[in-house]
């Protein structure tokens, strides 16, 4: 079996404390359908990280790390394993985005207004 792609995109779902903490995507891939078996997900080639070399890189976010890690799950239904490939894509956001777009905009804001709005 080989290499398969896949493109993924991450809604405004990102919430945290603090905007430049970090944020984990988990993606899991494993069969429903075929135990282990019938069906054996494996890293490639004991891989263990996510290939990011045709990850397209954003200004707002910096991939930090991609760790990739295979399991057998054994369900209490089931006696057969069931392989499971988990992959945690961990971003951060730039500061430099953050400072640009939401610091910047409104402090420049603030300083017109009080501009315009004091007494001469």
Same mark, same amino acid.
């Given at each position: ?76 239904? @089931?006696?057969? $394993?069931?392989?499971? #490939?988990? +992959? ?6 730039? %500061? !430099?985005?953050?400072?640009?777009? @939401?610091?910047? $905009?409104?402090?420049? #804001?603030? +300083? ?6 004091? %007494? !001469?």
């Amino acid at each position: 079996m080989g290499k398969f792609s896949l493109k993924a995109a991450q809604g405004q779902g990102f919430h945290s404390a603090f905007v430049l903490s970090c944020q984990i995507c988990v993606l899991k891939f494993a069969s429903w359908a075929y135990d282990g078996n019938k069906l054996d997900l494996d890293l490639y080639e004991g891989m263990k990280e996510m290939d990011v070399s045709e990850y397209r890189s954003m200004t707002e976010w910096t991939v930090k790390n991609v760790p990739a890690v295979y399991t057998r799950v054994h369900y209490p239904c @089931c006696e057969e $394993p069931y392989p499971r #490939l988990t +992959f945690y894509l961990e971003i951060q956001r730039e %500061p !430099s985005f953050f400072i640009v777009k @939401c610091i910047i $905009p409104p402090a420049h #804001l603030s +300083f017109v207004w009080l501009h315009l709005h004091s %007494p !001469s």
